[in-house]
């Protein structure tokens, strides 16, 4: 354990949770020959996912090629019962398998994932019934405010130490960054991110700002140092927190921003501004009323509100290992299911952007520094960790890039509210982004 | 009846029908004094109505000052069947007693109007359940192929001159301009609109695009002179598309445009670009999936798809009045509803733009055109007419002032299209707007 886990353990008084099933790696090994039934369920299972461009080399070394097609990757399984549990789940298997490295893959991981979602999104149209029933994702764990407290603990206190490895230097955004131009750093672009959320909220000296769900920090520190306004942050990560007002104190900016240690269903007072990055995953359908009533109730007549959210280009649940071993009780919303907040609060939507490609380059740059730090990761954790932690990356940018996740920017406010910015042209004048990082 | 209006009815071989009941202007005019319960009754309907700042003048010259509040407005009854009307079916009435002399308004009738949907909009909700029953506005007719026919007609075919009137002179639009800077005039905010609409598909030389409901055609003019893209445009209003073909002729762009006269639904080809401006309110919800299959049939893998629409907050009736006398079948829908078009075809949603108050402006810059060719009008229907038509455009002044309408642009692609435009940066690079028109 480095110094400064073990300084995260003594902070929050608990051990971090490496979640995934920590048997030794590759320890199901099994080298008998594959019955032809396996063989047979290897060519069913591939036509149910649409064919994708891949080759099976088994336990034994058989290379299976069930498509005629050129395969571009190759998947190589351990053990007979790795080929069972794909077909019985593959949703959450083959994370869970990769993790283990029961299942392997050659070929680039992210392009093999967006392979698989491109070809089964096309052939999931095609399921008989009790394939989609029994390939289905299930529903998101509970997101109320004591299980909330666990599903962000689960993921957000692994270690700030963690998280560093990875994230831009800058202010350690876990959120989607903002490549305005196509060539800009990891932290030019979550820099330009910060800059783009303050213009459309339209920020002037002396306005109030309250934060739901507020990471390490680095929004509220970017709208106290750039724009002069104070802000109220809410969070439920306590190693998060600790990071955030280390921050603020060190920036001399803590007379501007209180970091609230609390859900974020206990904001109070009114605000010129709402905004929230990246927590709306989190709060759970069931929660999207209340939230609006607490989005209705903090923002001034005047005000603006904006929320930044992982979505979806309709319904639909998210990815059960995502869900179960990353993020629990996670659900990325369509616009359509994100209207529900702003149709119940009777808010009126000005603007919305989708972001999707941003993130998959955001991922890209995460995962490359993340590969980068491999061994470090292990020694934190141990190599199941890392794998499982490869496995999510490469299957995110995947899913932004096959379209199977969408990033949405949503601006509104009041109906009733007739101070509106008049166009976007604002948001345009200069670029974001800063020069130099 | 002038030449262009006998011209017009030569062509399409039918009468124009103007639409308001004909009965002489203040013919119900009565002058007995007021009973006791007809004062309860007015003291009881601005109750409901959230006490609007108005004063009632009687037909016999009483006035009745309902709240203790300073009156902005007074309202003129010219007989006790309008009170009763007015409190039966207050958004049908208001709209046909005015149109039929039988109320009158002192002060702003926009501003009245406007006064009345903010009072109404808070004091519904503590509507008891059969007042909310009484006074709700009745679900819009249907606009299947034949009837949308009719309904079109109804509106679009009063006659070219009568619209040019009033519209913008550089291209007759009859929908909401961009007032990309406040002092822009009509001609200028309607081309803006035209330019901004063209940046938002990122149109280039050589493209195709179908336009469904081209109106007089000036965004396919505007298309093919500015950005050299061929385009197919539908309407079914006969009246229109023979001034837009005319209008192609005479600026030598009748080989790069095809005015089609047909339904939306009749549209054949694949195109890189989708676009409609005005149309979706008169589509009818039951049509959003068939309007969502015709766009993924007709958007080639990369295309852009724009729908321009009034819209709503949340679902709810169009307004009885205006769906009865101005629009029949039309139905302005939330962004929630417009994401079943979406949802339905699996698009992505990458741009959600709200130009309220552009429409607010652009509606007072027409009733000003309006008000002064008031008497050219009358002469042309009668005054009726004229009165119903300022009732409408004074109302829906109101309405998107007091956020009652939204008008939104939406900007979508298929799901898996990747060349996406980076961001909006390109559509703010220089005005949008003609220095001079």
């Known amino acids: 354990m480095t110094q400064s886990t073990a300084q995260k353990t003594e902070q929050t008084g608990q051990q971090p949770k490496p979640h995934v099933l920590n048997l030794p790696l590759g320890a199901a090994r099994v080298d008998r020959e594959p019955h032809s039934y396996e063989r047979w369920l290897i060519a069913k299972l591939m036509r149910m996912a649409g064919s994708p461009p891949i080759r099976f080399r088994l336990w034994n070394g058989d290379v ?173 990560s306590r190693e998060q927190l600790a990071y955030a007002r280390e921050e603020a104190r060190q920036q001399k900016l803590d007379h501007l921003i209180d970091y609230v240690e609390d859900d974020y269903r206990n904001i109070e007072g009114q605000y010129d501004a709402f905004v929230s990055i990246g927590m709306l995953e989190h709060v759970g359908k069931e929660n999207y009323p209340a939230l609006s009533d607490l989005i209705k109730r903090s923002l001034k007549p005047d005000g603006i509100a904006l929320l930044h959210s992982i979505g979806r280009n309709r319904p639909m649940l998210m990815n059960a290992w995502i869900e179960k071993r990353i993020f629990p009780g996670a659900y990325p919303p369509s616009i359509g299911e994100f209207m529900e907040i702003c149709e119940h609060g009777d808010f009126s939507v000005l603007d919305v952007e989708n972001l999707r490609l941003h993130y998959a380059q955001t991922l890209t740059h995460w995962m490359e520094r993340f590969d980068e730090n491999k061994d470090r990761v292990s020694e934190m954790y141990d190599e199941h960790f890392t794998r499982a932690w490869r496995m999510y990356l490469a299957g995110s940018i995947a899913a932004f890039q096959a379209g199977a996740l969408q990033l949405f920017q949503v601006v509104f406010t009041h109906g009733d509210n007739n101070h509106l910015p008049r166009n976007r042209q604002d948001l345009y004048i200069t670029p974001a982004a800063p020069e130099d990082v």
Not at 172 to 194: F, I, R, S, V
Not at 203 to 221: D, H, N, S, Y
Request: charged share 25%.
């Open 64 to 236: 299976i090629e069930p498509n005629g097609q050129e395969a571009r990757f190759v998947l190589q399984l351990t053990d007979p019962k790795a080929l069972y549990s794909l077909v019985a789940n593959p949703n959450l298997a083959f994370g869970d398998l990769y993790s283990a490295g029961r299942l392997d893959v050659e070929g680039e991981l992210p392009d093999l994932m967006e392979a698989l979602y491109r070809s089964v999104h096309a052939a999931r149209q095609s399921w008989p019934k009790w394939l989609d029933a029994l390939w289905r994702n299930h529903n998101p764990r509970s997101t109320g405010i004591s299980e909330a407290k666990e599903n962000i603990h689960h993921h957000y206190d692994l270690g700030n130490e963690f998280y560093r490895l990875w994230l831009d230097r800058a202010e350690m955004q876990y959120t989607c960054a903002y490549y305005e131009q196509p060539d800009l750093t990891l932290e030019q672009a979550q820099l330009a991110k910060l800059e783009h959320v303050c213009r459309k909220l339209r920020l002037k000296p002396g306005m109030t700002v309250v934060e739901a769900g507020c990471g390490w920090g680095g929004l509220a520190r970017y709208m106290a140092r750039h724009y002069g306004v104070r802000v109220h942050s809410y969070n439920i």
